[in-house]
């Protein structure tokens, strides 16, 4: 049984522009062992999806959370589910 699960999170505040997707694409690869995308949305907002082991998505929405990310957080919003896979490493959008 496998405990790889999908994180899909929305970051809302000042998150486009001051390299976000950058941070964050580094952070998971820091993390290790995810695969997803950080992408920007076009009212603002950043999408990150992240498949992996369930402790190291945690992780990252932690990291998505504190406020030690570029720009200006808002808030996070995140959805769990089940991997879907075919994602290449962990890409910008």
Known sequence: MSDDVRLVAWVRGHVQGVGFRWYTRA???EIGGLSGFALNLGDGRVQVVA???RDRCERLLEWLRSGDTPGRLEGVTEIWDTPRGGYDGFAIR
Do not use: C, R, T
């Open 27 to 29: 952070k998971a690869l």
């Open 51 to 53: 498949e992996g082991p």
